[in-house]
């Protein structure tokens, strides 16, 4: 069914046409949250091209809206001819590349760590990544460059340029002279990040992003202060109350039941794994959630809601480690609910290494992230953190938050100061002050043109 509709997708960008010869035009390469609040404020002024490695039907319904008439969904596939993927076929010869790599190693012996072979051990598993990858990357990168031939964008976004998608977009786009912006994805957290910064400029929400960039040797120059315009809209949700009691009247609960929210990371396990190996060690990712459920499973009138990270793959795991622990009817799990509607439903907000713990900060709930002997992986100002080797003091402090209104006073008035840590002005002004910097962006990308 979606290859149908990719094809009928097609066809209707084919019908609208390429956008205004003269007009400016935007490639955004990024989740659809990044680009959906910052659509509102472009309409008529330039076309979208909102380019994705495979077909999003959201996206899809979006251009088809009246009020998105200039936005158009397109895949790499789309600017590559039959007569051209043909080719590519007969170019690429994966097996005849993986046995030259394979026979490189072997010779040179580029591998040996301390005199033992490593390529022994990892050489089978990147010869078969060769063979199954290497004809699709090669079609992508072919179509990448295709469609910046075509289009002739004037800039570039995206929102990580270190997945091997957007950091080929990125190479194409700057062999033709098209600047890019990578928008920040949240709090810049761990050494993935440490990667040299492959777009022109990195867009990040405040200064705490800032400093650590400057500090991990990102020149500053190269470093925008916008805001998240993602969350310019998170504190006007309408109905905050009614979000709350919709959500007790779902799973059976009084309508003065304190809600405790804990924001999960995806669990990297040996049985399954698809997140990137990061600083989020699994046997912490246990500690928070059985932390969390034992704080609440005494404490009347107040019930836990795990939310699951949206790429987690082993929700059974978190089950069955409640289920072991007698703690399984006392907490709620949840994948699939807006995480906005129940940030705005829940009393605490409890974090390990998600940004949902901005979000906290944006609605004004008071909000502790768990840490491991205050490392500040995320970059908090304050010491109002959950220790993960003291079980008994981090439970002490969620109830103590929970059932002390003078203590949640006190935590909401400390995180004024994390809120302008992490957000510059508060973030009230992030989408005109990132709409600001693609202006100035795209002008000088258009005198260089003129010139």
Same mark, same amino acid.
């Not at 340029?161 to 080929?168: E, G, L, Q, S, V």
């Not at 098209?178 to 990040?204: E, R, T, Y």
């Not at 919709?246 to 990371?265: H, I, N, P, R, Y």
């Not at 989020?280 to 795990?306: M, T």
């Given at each position: 069914?979606?290859? @149908?509709?990719?094809?009928?997708?097609?066809? #209707?960008?084919?019908?609208?046409?390429?956008?205004?010869?003269?007009?400016?035009? #935007?490639?955004? *390469?990024?989740?659809?949250?990044?680009?959906?609040?910052?659509?509102?404020?472009?309409?008529?002024?330039?076309?979208?091209?909102?380019?994705?490695?495979?077909?999003?039907?959201?996206?899809?319904?979006?251009?088809?809206?009246? *009020?998105?008439?200039?936005?158009?969904?397109?895949?790499?596939?789309?600017?590559?001819?039959?007569?051209?993927?043909? =080719?590519?076929? *007969?170019?690429?010869?994966?097996?005849?590349?993986?046995?030259?790599? !394979?026979?490189?190693?072997?010779?040179?012996?580029?591998?040996?760590?301390?005199?033992?072979?490593?390529?022994? #051990?990892?050489?089978?598993? &990147?010869?078969?990544?060769?063979?199954?990858?290497?004809?699709?990357?090669?079609?992508?990168? =072919?179509?990448?460059?295709?469609?910046?031939?075509? &289009?002739?964008?004037?800039?570039?976004?995206?929102?990580?340029?270190?997945?091997?998608?957007?950091?080929?977009?990125?190479?194409?786009?700057?062999?033709?002279?098209?600047?890019?912006?990578?928008?920040?994805?949240?709090?810049?957290?761990?050494? $993935?990040?440490?990667?040299?910064?492959?777009? !022109?400029? @990195?867009?990040?929400?405040?200064?705490? =992003?800032?400093?650590?960039?400057?500090?991990?040797?990102?020149?500053?120059?190269?470093?925008?202060?916008?805001?998240?315009?993602?969350?310019?809209? @998170?504190?006007?949700?309408?109905?905050?109350?009614?979000?709350?009691?919709?959500?007790?009247?779902?799973?059976?609960?009084?309508? !003065?039941?304190?809600?405790?929210?804990?924001?999960?990371?995806?669990?990297?396990?040996?049985?399954?794994?698809?997140? @990137?190996?990061?600083?989020?060690?699994?046997?912490?990712?246990?500690?928070?959630?059985?932390?969390?459920?034992?704080?609440?499973?005494?404490?009347?009138?107040?019930?836990?809601?795990?939310?699951?990270?949206?790429?987690?793959?082993?929700?059974?795991?978190?089950?069955?480690?409640?289920?072991?622990? !007698?703690?399984?009817?006392? &907490?709620?799990?949840?994948?699939?609910?807006?995480?906005?509607?129940?940030?705005?439903?829940?009393?605490?907000?409890?974090?390990?290494?998600?940004?949902?713990? $901005?979000?906290?900060? $944006?609605?004004?709930?008071?909000?502790?992230?768990?840490?491991?002997?205050?490392?500040?992986?995320?970059?908090?100002?304050?010491?109002?953190? $959950?220790?993960?080797?003291?079980?008994?003091?981090?439970?002490?402090?969620?109830?103590?938050?929970?059932?002390? *209104?003078?203590?949640?006073?006190?935590?909401?008035?400390?995180?004024?100061?994390?809120?302008?840590?992490?957000?510059?002005?508060?973030?009230?002004?992030?989408?005109?002050?990132?709409?600001?910097?693609?202006?100035?962006?795209?002008?000088?990308?258009?005198?260089?043109?003129?010139?």
């Amino acid at each position: 069914a979606k290859k @149908i509709l990719s094809m009928a997708n097609l066809l #209707i960008i084919r019908l609208k046409g390429d956008g205004d010869e003269g007009g400016r035009k #935007i490639i955004y *390469s990024c989740a659809l949250k990044f680009m959906e609040p910052l659509l509102d404020e472009t309409h008529g002024r330039e076309t979208i091209y909102y380019l994705r490695p495979v077909f999003s039907l959201k996206a899809f319904r979006m251009g088809l809206k009246k *009020s998105a008439s200039r936005l158009l969904h397109v895949l790499p596939e789309y600017f590559l001819s039959f007569r051209e993927i043909l =080719s590519l076929r *007969s170019k690429v010869n994966p097996k005849k590349i993986s046995a030259e790599v !394979d026979n490189y190693f072997k010779k040179t012996g580029g591998l040996n760590y301390n005199g033992f072979d490593l390529w022994r #051990i990892c050489g089978p598993d &990147v010869s078969a990544f060769l063979k199954k990858e290497l004809r699709d990357f090669a079609k992508m990168v =072919s179509g990448l460059n295709k469609m910046i031939e075509s &289009v002739n964008p004037g800039l570039l976004i995206n929102d990580e340029d270190t997945t091997p998608f957007n950091k080929a977009l990125v190479e194409c786009a700057k062999k033709k002279g098209i600047p890019s912006i990578q928008m920040n994805h949240g709090i810049l957290g761990h050494h $993935l990040l440490k990667v040299p910064i492959n777009s !022109d400029v @990195i867009a990040v929400f405040g200064e705490s =992003s800032l400093k650590r960039l400057v500090g991990w040797g990102v020149e500053k120059g190269k470093i925008a202060l916008t805001g998240a315009p993602c969350y310019s809209k @998170i504190s006007a949700r309408t109905g905050k109350h009614d979000i709350k009691n919709k959500l007790c009247s779902e799973f059976g609960l009084g309508q !003065d039941t304190k809600l405790v929210m804990l924001a999960s990371s995806p669990f990297r396990t040996e049985e399954r794994s698809d997140f @990137i190996d990061t600083f989020l060690i699994p046997d912490n990712i246990k500690k928070v959630i059985l932390i969390a459920a034992r704080a609440l499973h005494y404490v009347k009138n107040a019930k836990l809601i795990i939310k699951l990270h949206p790429r987690e793959q082993n929700e059974w795991f978190t089950h069955n480690l409640l289920r072991k622990h !007698d703690l399984d009817k006392d &907490v709620i799990i949840l994948k699939n609910h807006n995480i906005f509607d129940l940030l705005h439903a829940s009393d605490l907000i409890l974090s390990y290494g998600t940004t949902v713990f $901005l979000e906290a900060l $944006l609605v004004k709930k008071p909000v502790l992230i768990f840490d491991d002997r205050n490392k500040k992986f995320l970059n908090f100002l304050s010491d109002d953190y $959950l220790d993960l080797l003291d079980d008994k003091g981090s439970i002490r402090r969620i109830r103590k938050l929970l059932q002390d *209104s003078r203590e949640r006073e006190n935590r909401l008035r400390r995180q004024e100061k994390e809120l302008l840590w992490h957000f510059i002005n508060k973030n009230e002004d992030s989408v005109e002050r990132f709409h600001k910097l693609c202006d100035g962006m795209l002008a000088g990308a258009a005198e260089r043109k003129a010139e």
